[in-house]
């Protein structure tokens, strides 16, 4: 397969996940028979956010680990990270402020509480995504600097995903960390629940695994994706992991027409979705009083569509050139 700067079918994947993740926080999916929620619609949704973060760490790692330079490329991948972060830390602010306890009253450890849930919490709903891509690829990063081996860089973060896996079967003592994570956040909705994912998305951008990719037919890819889902009905954590990879080299090796634009477009569009939609669900339900459920879902994704073509054009308005940095 020849190498090309956009993979269409990781961008065409990735859009498809989005409309998932808003479709988790607005239950957009209750118009459906519940056997449809439980065997269709749920396990797909399961698999959208490590999609995200295979997608976003194998971009990023498939340049970054054979370059010079790999330390500056991580602080330039965080700075960016960092400020379409605060961008929309900003835009969300009154929901922060309303949503944050520790801002009611105000007190001098207000700043340790955002920055302990900027970088290991979420300061608005579903932003969890980026804080955990913030720890998460230096760590993983490091890990590779300190270990060089692509099985040995997975071995902590697969440690760290069956802990919180199996952490309630554990002995109280082990439990302990879990616990005191849990305190502020869900370890699974933060940074830990991440690391393995990013871990894969740096093991697939390995040249000698990208060209084994390159070699597998696009059906089998599909028909193994397929396999796996059923499995997760039966068996534990594996065919998740199995499961995910497997969409990630279905979407890879997905032969779609060039239209080099469009697939640039469907990019931006699933990290504005990410960014807009969970907090903007909250308007009209607090000002309608609207229920989760499919209306709530066709028009938070109309105001995702909307709010995306705006942002995009806007940009390139003389003055507001700053609205780049939303996405």
Aim: proline share 6%; net charge positive.
């Amino acid at each position: 397969m020849q190498q090309k700067k956009i993979i269409s079918g990781l961008d065409v994947i990735k859009f498809i996940m989005a409309f998932f993740i808003v479709d988790i926080h607005v239950q957009g999916y209750l118009f459906t028979p519940p056997v449809v929620q439980e065997y269709i619609i749920h396990p797909v949704e399961d698999l959208a956010v490590p999609v995200f973060f295979v997608i976003s760490s194998f971009l990023f790692f498939r340049k970054a680990r054979y370059a010079d330079g790999q330390g500056r490329l991580v602080l330039h991948f965080m700075k960016r990270l960092c400020i379409l972060y605060l961008f929309w830390c900003v835009v969300w602010s009154p929901i922060i402020y309303i949503q944050k306890d520790y801002f009611h009253p105000m007190t001098v450890w207000i700043p340790i509480y955002i920055m302990r849930d900027f970088f290991f919490g979420n300061m608005f709903d579903a932003s969890w995504f980026l804080g955990a891509l913030l720890v998460g690829v230096p760590m993983v990063w490091g890990l590779s600097r300190a270990l060089q081996r692509d099985v040995l860089v997975l071995a902590f973060p697969v440690m760290v995903y069956l802990y919180l896996q199996f952490v309630n079967d554990l002995p109280d003592a082990l439990a302990e960390p879990y616990r005191l994570y849990d305190t502020f956040k869900d370890p699974h909705l933060a940074f830990p629940g991440g690391l393995l994912w990013i871990a894969i998305g740096y093991v697939l951008a390995n040249k000698l695994v990208t060209a084994w990719i390159e070699k597998i037919n696009n059906c089998v890819a599909w028909m193994a994706v397929l396999l796996f889902l059923v499995l997760m009905f039966f068996i534990p954590v594996i065919p998740k992991i199995l499961c995910v990879t497997a969409l990630f080299v279905a979407a890879y090796t997905w032969k779609l027409p060039e239209c080099p634009e469009i697939y640039r477009r469907f990019r931006t569009y699933s990290i504005l979705f990410y960014v807009i939609h969970d907090c903007f669900k909250k308007i009209p339900k607090q000002l309608f009083g609207w229920e989760n459920g499919p209306v709530l879902f066709v028009v938070t994704i109309a105001f995702c569509f909307i709010a995306s073509e705006m942002i995009m054009k806007m940009k390139d308005v003389k003055g507001l050139g700053w609205l780049k940095y939303a996405y």
